[in-house]
Structure formats: structure tokens, C-alpha cells
């Protein structure tokens, strides 16, 4: 059976080769044609290595690989059937390495190993814009969902957490140049699980949200996608209500890109979503509808804020004159807002002064409401999906933090935005490599394998010069955003060359060689990030640092929410509010801190091509997100000691076939076996170290050796494993077989047996009965003797059947026959000899005949003329067949024996006409026969005497009797066979002394008292004829003439005188 077992797993194995269906180490087989699935295990650690094998993988559609536990993902700009639930079921509950690369693989060892560790984990998903980290992060959540037990209460969690994404990324993903759902805000999402694994609630952190877009699209892009779904996919009644138009054409927020209309995006659907996604994330259902409609009048008093216009009076100040779309703006009190817009309230002490705005002010005061507006409500949004997900059960959860954030972003100019998000992604880069080598210092030192230092980028220097306190570029710009006096752009620029003048990754027009200058505006400065140089663009740095909302302009937009959105708005203090970069540094700082409480698991988004093709890998670009993503460097720590790493129970379990002494079972310690598969297979010393658990193969090189031979050896075994089964199976069929024969034989031998037992024992009987029936056969007949006198009987006949005499002249004594059977063998006795003698009869041979001929010669010799032509021709037995006489007749005659038949003329007895005839002998009477009458009967006792003349002629007259007077008189017939017939007449009916041969006339009765003659005479012709005197006148050849003419011609003329006689 264990036998049927390994040889099913080496077929599965082999068939699984042949599928490419193959497990990490499988997959090693297949690295020629797929690319290998773990960078780490990369020979050489070179970028043009790295793009080759990425490559190689992209254009089988294999678009994720990992290094490590790290997941490498290349958008693919197309559906793949690789999310499905057949795919899910394969990958849950399966060990990282033991199925080729998926995110699921990632999301379920994330899982999993939260689950047995009890302990939190976040994904960190990142890559330029376009590269797929928010797809990367939905596969994860569908994943998820599917996979994790549920009960309907928790599927209203899942579906919440599940629904929160198209909301979301209506209020915060637009379209841009690079992706036409590109997240314009970072997400940090918590799963929170119970301890029995169940996804329970979730919470959502959001980071910088681009609030520009709002009042400002680059060409090309658009608003927040939310604007354009209201307008296009809102009733008609809404859009009334709301006081909108149709058409995105009538607003200047969303027209700035000029590309409101999108082919891979559709608005009204959309629209439609995202109500029904509200609807699942359920505020309660009033709440619902009362947030649902204030959330609408936002969105559309920003819309309205966006065509207000404004004129300048002859002092260059703004005015609002008759601005219709004020009355839009919900709750506003018209005046103050009016005020709000055109002038700035400046607080002197107890006074208040209202100063007027220019008209660029004013349109600068607008657009910050409307970013204001906007901002707050999507943070208002985040917080009510975070209340609706929220687990109030205190128990304690773990969580799975999914971290889709904005990556590293270089474009041809460079602002504050780009400078924030560079900074940010420096950060999670400086956290992944620390945590990265943590993790590794942390294998080595559970293997209790020496650390041995590893050369690597690390960016901290780059870090510190953004963040750094009183020294960074961040504490710089804050500094000249609140100093007094005229900080500019420019004089910030002028201060950063002044603090940062020697530090290697910083660069100005001033500050640079001559070459480098020649790359730089005078408004630029660069950092040599550590995914390579951003120049950035000092323009507007400190307006979006400061992000100011005048006061009278904040105290109109707190009025402007109504009640539920406005105890959202911060509460704006009376202090001036932080800086925009010092509060992402801050919010960024809290997501270090919370992403270093947990376990790191790190997805990479790689776009494959600008222009979303599928298919296109291109190298440049990728090469470039290879850089930036720092995953050489990633690659580089994953190896810095050893390339590879398993426990020594997979290692055994895979390579023990290589070694004697591990095949087919090792069975010590999985550690040993594997240090005796090392020996046997000649690593040297420096090749691998042996740690706790765990074998380190420091070479790639080394491992695809083992997996060389492994793979030969595969096959040698799959044949030998093939072979002893085979074996196996025809032994057993063998065995099977001999059971069944050895069976069957005892089934036929105890049959046998039995059957020889009553034959033996019938034969006792029969013997016994037998000695019975001797004893008293000389009795009379009884039960006792019968069967013995029966068989005496038998016995008797069957050996009387073998010693009969054979012929009349055989001498053999007739057998003595039993007592019983005295009577019985003389009556056989008689009965053979009869039966003999007849036999003897009539197989008289022609010898025998040539007696009939010596009776002939007695009888015609010397008396008729004839004779001695007759004596050379053979008597025959008959000369008419028994089928030649008609069945009447023969049914007349049935009881006589025909001796013999003959054809004869007859004559009529008055007038001699001449009759055609069959004349036939049997035993007792002579028949004439004509067809199938018979015309005469004359029985032998009634046949007084046969005449015929002495001459040459064949006529033969029969002397009959007559008892009654009808009788008909004597028989005068014509016969060539006159010999013949007359002869057999005198065997048969003894008439040898009744034939006369008569010289002259034969006399003979017509009928009583009335009498007829035959004259003879020889003449030149034979004929017969009536003469004239009334007798019968018979014509022959005389003797001397007929001893010319043969018998046949004599015949032949004799007939034809006959037939003139007719
Ligand atoms: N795994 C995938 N399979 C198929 N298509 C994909 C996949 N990942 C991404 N894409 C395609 O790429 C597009 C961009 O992906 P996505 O929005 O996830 O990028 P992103 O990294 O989140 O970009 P941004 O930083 O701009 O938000 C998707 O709309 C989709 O068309
Ligand atoms: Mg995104």
C-alpha cells in the first residue's frame, strides 16, 4: 500500500512537471524557460540580471516574483485569470514556497502566520503612480473575504470594508496623466481579526490628500472623479435641487484639464456605485439619507465656489457683484460670505480691521475654501466609514494593516506635493530596510549563525536632511513660513543653500559645478534621493506649506457645513495652525511608529510601460522603478550571507534522494540527515552553515547543482519507483493467481476424490453382489443372482460377438455357452449358420455362376444350336433393376423375394402379336408384367415342362398347368437371355428336368382343349411371323451362318424381323 502511496506521489510529481504546476523548489526545474521565481536565488546579483529574469517571467504572464517574502508585482494592463476562487482555494493554508508567486500567497502567509504568532502584520504596497497598489491592495481584501470564516453578522463587516473602496476612491482617485484611477490620497487600512481568524472591523488612517486638484487640473487630468459622476450620473431632480446643470462643461473646477470625458471610466455607473456602496457602509438609514444629501451639497457648493468670478474696482479691489452661485452655497449667509471672499479680517489687538482683497486674493480666498470644503469632508468620510467598521468589542484583536501609498513621484516640474511624497516613500524606504535587516539579523541570530555585516544604501543621511530638527529642509521652510517679515519662495531657496551648502545629496543652481548648473533654474533645488535625483521647484512651496484659510473665510465655512459635517471641521483655534509638511511629518512619524509594532510584509508595484499597454515591458522605465524602489538593494540584504534558506525538514524531504543514506528514509534527526546529505553531495565548509532549523546555502550556484542532480535523479527514481511497483503489482497478480490455481485443484481433487470413494464404494457392492450371484447362480432366478446371471449373459454374448465363425467353412467351434444360455446359443447357433449360408449364397461369385453355366451345358449342350455362342458371355444377376419396375408392381409382389428380371417378347397366344414384356422369377412364380399391370402369374408348382427348339432362335414356350378353364393357356415368349433366364429358372424353382429341346414343332394350349404350334426352321434371316397355317413360324440362322455373325448382330437382325412382325 505505502508502496502504491509513493509511487501515485512520484506520478503526481512527474505530471506536475510536465503541467509546470510546480512548487518553489520545483520551479527550479523550470528556471530556463519561466525565469526563477526568487530573485534571491538569482546567480548574479546585477540589475541587468534582475531585468532579464523579470522579463523572462512578464512575458509568460508571470507577473509576480518574489525576493524573499517580498512580492515583486509588474502591472500587466490586463485581466489575468489568476484572481479567481479556484486560485484562492489553491493558495490557502499553502506555505509561501510551496506554490509559485501570488499576492494571495503573500495575504494568506500574512494570515496565517498572524494567526499562530498572534501578532500584527501590515502590507506595505508600493510603486509609482499606475503601477498597481491599489488593485494589489483590492486582490487583497477580496482574498480575504473569501477566504476567512464568516457568519452573516461579519459579512456585513467584510462587505463594509469591501464597499469602502469605490467610495473612497470616488472622493479621492481622479484621473491623471499616469493612471486613470490614480489614488490622489495615501490609505493605511487596518483588518482587525478575532482570535479565531474572523475579519471583524477595520479602520482607515488617510495621509495627504492632494487638495490642489480640487481648484487646479494640469492638462489632461481631471477633478476628483466624485464631481464628475454628480454631474453626469445625478437625476435630473437632484441636479435641480442642487442647482446644477448637466454637463461638466459648466463649471470651471472641472474643465481646467480639458478631458472630462474619460473612455475608460464611466461616470453614471459609478454614481450608482458609490450610492449603493453608502448604502452597505451604512450610516443608519435616516442618518444615511441626511448625510447622503449634505454630502451632495458639498460636492456641489464646491462646484458653484468654482464659478464665482470676481471684478476689481478702480483701486484694484475685488468685488462680488451680483454672483448668482452664492445663493448655492448651503447656509451661507450671502453678506458674510460676500466679506469672506473680497476682504481679509486682521485682528489688532481687541480691533478687528477688514482689509480688501485684490482680485488675485480674492480668487486665492475662494479656491482655499473650496480646498477647505473638500478636504474636511473627505476627512469627515474617512472618519464615518471608520465608524461604521468599527469593532466595539474590547476583546483583543489582531490586525493586518494594508499601507497603499503613493510612490515615489518625478515629473518634469517638481513642487511641494512631489516633495512630501519623496519624503514619504524615503521614509518607508528607510523602515524597510531596517526592518528588513532587522528580520534577517533576527534569522540569524534564532539559527544562532554569526552576522556578518552587509554593505548596503542606507538613506538615513537622505532622511535627515529633509527631517531633521532646526537643520532639515522641512524646519527651514517652516521657519520661513513664520517669520515675519517678506519670506518668499526664494528666500527659502536662499536659505537652504545657505544651511545645506556641503551636504553631498543636496544641490542648487548656485551650489553646482558647471555641469550640473547647466540642468538648473535658478527657482530649483535637487536631492539625490536614494532612488535617484529630484529637482524641485521652489515655486508656491511656502502658499502650500501654509495652506491659509483667512479667518472670515473660516468662520463662513463653518457655517457653510451644516450641523453633521461640521463637528467634523477641526475647531479652529485661535493659534496659528501647523504647517502642512510638519503635519504630514507628523502623521508620518505615527505611521512609522505603527508599522514598527508589526510585522512587515512589502508588496512592490512595477509599471510595466507609460503608455498602459499589455504586453510592452519597458526596460528603461523599469529599470528606473527598480532604482527608485530600492529593490536591488532589497535583493542585496535578502543575500547578504546566504541565498538560500529551509528548514532542514523540506530540505531533507526534497534532496534526500541524492544520498544513499538518506534514501528512501532518514531515520534520525532531519538535521543530521541534511549535514549527510551536504557531506555526500561536497559542499565545502564556506558553501552553507547550519543553523538551528534551518540549512543557508550561501551560493545559488550550489543549490541549482543539487537541483540538477536532483532533477536527473528524479527521473532514475520515478524509473525505478516505476519498476519495483510493476514488480509489486505482477507478484501479487503472481500470488493471486497460485491461490486461485492451488484452489481450484483442491476444489477438483476433493471432487475426485469423493467421486472415486462412491465409485469404491459402489464397486464393493457390486463385487459382493456378484460373489452373491456366483454362489447361487445354479438357482433359480432371484434378486441375488438376477443381475449376476445377466451379466453371465452379456459377459457371454460379448464374447460369442468375438468368436463367431466367420464363414460356412470357418471351423471354429461355436463358444460353450453358460447354463442359462444353453438353448439361447444353439438357437443363435442355427441362426448364424442360416445367416452364413446365405451370405454364402449370395455372394456367389462368377466363378459360382460358372456352375450356373454347367447346369446351362448340362441342360443345352449338344441339343440347341445356339449354346456354344451363349457360353462365352457372363450370366448376369438380373437384367432389369429393381427402380425399372413399377413400384405397383413391386408393391404387389412385396412379399416374394425377385430373384431375377428379364424383358421378353411375349406372343399372343391367338394370332402371335408380339407384346413388350418384363418376365420376372421369384421365389415361388414367374410374373408377366406389362407397366404396372401384372398380365400373368404362373406359379412354379403349376410350370409342367419349358420348350424350346434345337435351333439358333430364342424362343422359349412355358407349359403351364391349368386348374380352372379360365386359366389362360401356355406362355410363348421371345427372350434374348433364353440361357440365362432358363438356367436361373432351374436354380430357383428346381425346373432342370422340365426343359425339353425339340427338334421340328412345339406344341403348345391356347387355352383348355384348343391348341397352338410353333414351327422352327433356319433360313438366310431370322424372323418370326404367323404362318400360313396358323402356326407361330420362327425363322433362324443355321448354325454355319451363325458362326459368322456375332451373337449382337444375330440379335439386332432377329429384332428387326420381330418388328416387322408388329
Ligand atoms: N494585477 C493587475 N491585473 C490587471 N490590471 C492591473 C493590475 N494591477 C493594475 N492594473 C491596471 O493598472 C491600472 C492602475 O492600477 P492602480 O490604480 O492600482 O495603480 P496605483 O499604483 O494605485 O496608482 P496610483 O498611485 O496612481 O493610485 C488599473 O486601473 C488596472 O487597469
Ligand atoms: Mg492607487
Request: charged content about 25%; some cysteine.
Amino acid at each position: 500500500m505505502s508502496l502504491f502511496l509513493v509511487y501515485s506521489a512520484a506520478m503526481l510529481l512527474l505530471q506536475l512537471v510536465a503541467q509546470g504546476q510546480l512548487d518553489m523548489e520545483g520551479a527550479l526545474t523550470a528556471r530556463d524557460r519561466v525565469g526563477i521565481q526568487d530573485f534571491v536565488l538569482l546567480d548574479e546579483t546585477t540589475e541587468a540580471a534582475f531585468l532579464s529574469n523579470l522579463k523572462k517571467r512578464f512575458s509568460k504572464d508571470l507577473i509576480y516574483t518574489y525576493i524573499g517574502t517580498l512580492l515583486v508585482s509588474v502591472n500587466p494592463y490586463k485581466e489575468l485569470d489568476i484572481y479567481n476562487k479556484k486560485q484562492m482555494d489553491i493558495y490557502m493554508g499553502v506555505n509561501f514556497f510551496e506554490l509559485p508567486p501570488h499576492i494571495y500567497a503573500l495575504a494568506d502567509n500574512a494570515y496565517h502566520t498572524m494567526l499562530t504568532e498572534f501578532n500584527n502584520h501590515f502590507i506595505l504596497i508600493s510603486g509609482e503612480s499606475g503601477a498597481g497598489k491599489t488593485e494589489a491592495s483590492k486582490k487583497i481584501l477580496q482574498y480575504y473575504a473569501v477566504s476567512c470564516p464568516s457568519t452573516t453578522l461579519l459579512n456585513t463587516v467584510r462587505d463594509k470594508m469591501l464597499m469602502s473602496n469605490p467610495v473612497l476612491e470616488a472622493f479621492g482617485n481622479a484621473k491623471t496623466l499616469k493612471n486613470d484611477n490614480s489614488s490622489r490620497f495615501g490609505k493605511y487600512m487596518d483588518i482587525q481579526f478575532d482570535s479565531q481568524g474572523d475579519a471583524v472591523g477595520g479602520h482607515i488612517l488617510n495621509y495627504l490628500l492632494e487638495k490642489s486638484r480640487v481648484v487646479h487640473q494640469n492638462h489632461g487630468e481631471r477633478n476628483f472623479h466624485i464631481f464628475y459622476q454628480l454631474v453626469e450620473g445625478g437625476s435630473d431632480d437632484l441636479l435641480h435641487q442642487l442647482g446644477l446643470e448637466r454637463g461638466c462643461q459648466h463649471y470651471n473646477y472641472l474643465t481646467q484639464g480639458q478631458c472630462p470625458i474619460v473612455p475608460s471610466i464611466n461616470d453614471k455607473n459609478d454614481w450608482k456605485t458609490v450610492k449603493n456602496a453608502l448604502q452597505i457602509i451604512s450610516f443608519d438609514e435616516t442618518a444615511t439619507n441626511v448625510s447622503w444629501m449634505l454630502l451632495q451639497m458639498v460636492i456641489a457648493s464646491v462646484l458653484h465656489l468654482g464659478n464665482v468670478r470676481f471684478e476689481s474696482d478702480s483701486k484694484g479691489h475685488a468685488l462680488l457683484n451680483n454672483n448668482t452661485e452664492l445663493h448655492w452655497l448651503l447656509g451661507v449667509d450671502a453678506h458674510r460670505l460676500q466679506e469672506g471672499l473680497t476682504f481679509r479680517k486682521i485682528e489688532a489687538k481687541k480691533d478687528q480691521v477688514l482689509s480688501p482683497f485684490t482680485t488675485d486674493h480674492a480668487i486665492y480666498a475662494r479656491d482655499a475654501l473650496a480646498k477647505a470644503i473638500y478636504g474636511q469632508t473627505f476627512t469627515w468620510l474617512v472618519n464615518r466609514i471608520n465608524e461604521s467598521m468599527e469593532n466595539k468589542d474590547p476583546s483583543r484583536k489582531t490586525v493586518i494593516g494594508l499601507l497603499d501609498i503613493y510612490g515615489f513621484e518625478v515629473f518634469y516640474v517638481n513642487s511641494f506635493e512631489q516633495f512630501c511624497i519623496n519624503y514619504c516613500n524615503e521614509k518607508l524606504q528607510q523602515l524597510f530596510i531596517e526592518l528588513t535587516l532587522k528580520s534577517e539579523q533576527e534569522e540569524y541570530e534564532a539559527e544562532g549563525i554569526e552576522w556578518e555585516p552587509v554593505q548596503f544604501f542606507n538613506n538615513k543621511i537622505i532622511c535627515d536632511l529633509i527631517e531633521e530638527k532646526h537643520r532639515g529642509i522641512i524646519s527651514l521652510l517652516d521657519e520661513e513660513c513664520l517669520r515675519p517679515g517678506d519670506a518668499t519662495d526664494l528666500t527659502f531657496l536662499e536659505r537652504l543653500e545657505e544651511k545645506m551648502g556641503n551636504h553631498p545629496h543636496f544641490v542648487t543652481h548656485k551650489l553646482a559645478d558647471k555641469m550640473t548648473r547647466k540642468t538648473l533654474e535658478r527657482g530649483d533645488f535637487r536631492l539625490l534621493h536614494y532612488a535617484g535625483e529630484v529637482t524641485y521647484c521652489v515655486v508656491g512651496f511656502l502658499d502650500k506649506n501654509n495652506d491659509l484659510l483667512y479667518r472670515n473665510i473660516k468662520d463662513v465655512s463653518l457655517q457653510l457645513i451644516l450641523c453633521q459635517i461640521k463637528t467634523c471641521f477641526r475647531l479652529y483655534s485661535r493659534r496659528r495652525p501647523e504647517t502642512v509638511v510638519t503635519q504630514f511629518k507628523s502623521s508620518l512619524q505615527k505611521l512609522t511608529e505603527i508599522l514598527v509594532a508589526k510585522e512587515a510584509w512589502y508588496i512592490r508595484c512595477l509599471k510595466s510601460n507609460e503608455s498602459k499597454q499589455s504586453g510592452q515591458f519597458d526596460e528603461a522605465l523599469i529599470r528606473h522603478q527598480v532604482k527608485y524602489l530600492g529593490l536591488m538593494e532589497h535583493l542585496r540584504v535578502r543575500r547578504a550571507g546566504f541565498a538560500y534558506r529551509r528548514k532542514y525538514d523540506v530540505f531533507l524531504k526534497r534532496y534526500k534522494p541524492l544520498c544513499p543514506a538518506t534514501w528512501p528514509h532518514w531515520r534520525g534527526v532531519a538535521a543530521d540527515g541534511v549535514e549527510v546529505l551536504a557531506q555526500h553531495l561536497g559542499y565545502l565548509p564556506d558553501e552553507y552553515k547550519m543553523g538551528r532549523t534551518k540549512i543557508f546555502i550561501r551560493h545559488p550556484r550550489t543549490l541549482f547543482a543539487t537541483e540538477d542532480a536532483y532533477e536527473k535523479c528524479k527521473h532514475e527514481l520515478a524509473t525505478h519507483i516505476q519498476a519495483k511497483y510493476k514488480g509489486y503489482r505482477a507478484k501479487g497478480e503472481y500470488r493471486k493467481q497460485k491461490e486461485a490455481a492451488t484452489k481450484i485443484e483442491s476444489c477438483w481433487r476433493g471432487t475426485q476424490a469423493r467421486k472415486e470413494k462412491e465409485k469404491r464404494a459402489w464397486a464393493v457392492k457390486v463385487i459382493k453382489k456378484f460373489i452373491k450371484g456366483y454362489m447361487t447362480r445354479g438357482q433359480a432366478k432371484s434378486t441375488d443372482n438376477s443381475e449376476y446371471l445377466a451379466f453371465v449373459r452379456q459377459n457371454y454374448l460379448n464374447r460369442l460377438r468375438n468368436n463367431l465363425p466367420k464363414t460356412v467353412l470357418d471351423k471354429t467351434p461355436w463358444l460353450t455357452p453358460p447354463a442359462v444360455l444353453t438353448e439361447t446359443s444353439e438357437m443363435l447357433r442355427k441362426l448364424h449358420y442360416r445367416l452364413m449360408v446365405r451370405k454364402y449364397v449370395r455372394g456367389i461369385t462368377p466363378q459360382k455362376k460358372f456352375q450356373m453355366k454347367l447346369i446351362t451345358s448340362s441342360v443345352f449342350k449338344g441339343k440347341k444350336d445356339s449354346y456354344p455362342q451363349s457360353v462365352a458371355h457372363p450370366f448376369a444377376d438380373t437384367r432389369i433393376s429393381e427402380e425399372d419396375i413399377n413400384t405397383r408392381v413391386i408393391q404387389m409382389i412385396r412379399n416374394e423375394r425377385i430373384k431375377y428380371c428379364v424383358p421378353v417378347i411375349k406372343y399372343d397366344r391367338n394370332g402371335f402379336k408380339p407384346r413388350q414384356r418384363q418376365l420376372i422369377l421369384t421365389q415361388t412364380a414367374v410374373y408377366v408384367v406389362e407397366e404396372a399391370k401384372i398380365k400373368q402369374r404362373v406359379l412354379y408348382s403349376s410350370l409342367k415342362g419349358i420348350s424350346v427348339s434345337n435351333l439358333t432362335d430364342s424362343t422359349i414356350v412355358f407349359h403351364i398347368t391349368r386348374e380352372e378353364p379360365k386359366q389362360k393357356g401356355d406362355l410363348v415368349v421371345q427372350c434374348d437371355h433364353l440361357f440365362e433366364l432358363l438356367t436361373k429358372l432351374c436354380v430357383i424353382a428346381n425346373k432342370q428336368n422340365a426343359i425339353n429341346v425339340v427338334q421340328g414343332s412345339i406344341n403348345f394350349e391356347i387355352q383348355a382343349g384348343k391348341g397352338g404350334a410353333v414351327d422352327f426352321s433356319t433360313g438366310p434371316e431370322p424372323m418370326v411371323y404367323k404362318a400360313k397355317n396358323g402356326h407361330l413360324m420362327v425363322v433362324s440362322w443355321a448354325l454355319s451362318l451363325l458362326s459368322h455373325v456375332s451373337l449382337q448382330t444375330f440379335f439386332f437382325r432377329l429384332y428387326l424381323n420381330i418388328y416387322y412382325l408388329f
